[in-house]
């Protein structure tokens, strides 16, 4: 069945997806990035979303003359549109106060 998405970035990646004969219907663990200017409030932040994620893991990016924490938050769940915004909604209104800004999402097909 083919589904029609939203003309956006996450609709984009759905739409490829969705072409390359992936199946949306199976869950599977979708990777959200975050970006942070610091250490310490990757910390804060992590603690607030760990209950929404079955893993969440961040280190200091390799960029020269970059510093920068990049935060994965890896859920279990279909590739799905509303679920992906709604994670991604989340994501953002806790990493704002804190500097922090999403950096996408991704996922291995299935």
Known sequence: MTQDFPDDAT???LRR???RGDDLGKPRDIDFSI???DEASVTVFAGRIEQHFHTVRYHE???PGQKEWDVTATRLM???YDEIVE???LLQREAEPF?????GWGCFSA
């Open 11 to 13: 609709g984009d990646v």
């Open 17 to 19: 997806m969705q072409a």
């Open 35 to 37: 970006m942070f200017p």
């Open 61 to 63: 990016t390799d960029e």
């Open 78 to 80: 279909l590739p799905s």
């Open 87 to 89: 994670m991604e909604t």
């Open 99 to 103: 500097g922090g800004y999403i950096d």
